[in-house]
Nanobody, 120 residues
Framework: QVQLVESGGGLVQAGGSLRLSCAASHNLYRIDAAGWYRQAPGKQRELVAQINSGGNTNYADFVKGRFTISIENAKKTVFLEMNSLKPEDTAVYYC??????????????WGQGTQVTVSS
């Protein structure tokens, strides 16, 4: 199975920026699509942003114009650049990767989550 390690979360003031990273283990051969999701306390997990290998992106309305998702396939890493952060962006952020392992098995993996806290 492919492991995903997220980093970049933390505490930031409203209006600030963070860059989340999601690095896949070496046995991932290719990323076909990836997404970032978030879950706030007492709420369901929701989609934040998606991207496919063709570079096509999809963003939730509440982050459009503020967040940018990208893939660096050579490093098997997915990024989420978050700007103009708001207190309501506070949540645990999870990455999800769809792709193929070096063993040719399909991959649908989730990271462990990284906490983002935005103070007012």
């Amino acid at each position: 199975q492919v492991q995903l390690v997220e980093s970049g979360g933390g505490l930031v003031q409203a209006g600030g920026s963070l860059r989340l990273s999601c690095a896949a283990s070496h046995n991932l051969y290719r990323i076909d699509a990836a997404g970032w999701y978030r879950q706030a306390p007492g709420k369901q997990r929701e989609l934040v942003a998606q991207i496919n290998s063709g570079g096509n992106t999809n963003y939730a309305d509440f982050v459009k114009g503020r967040f940018t998702i990208s893939i660096e396939n050579a490093k098997k890493t997915v990024f989420l650049e978050m700007n103009s952060l708001k207190p309501e962006d506070t949540a645990v952020y999870y990455c999800n990767v769809l792709g193929e392992m070096v063993s040719f098995h399909e991959v649908d993996s989730w990271g462990q989550g990284t906490q983002v806290t935005v103070s007012s």
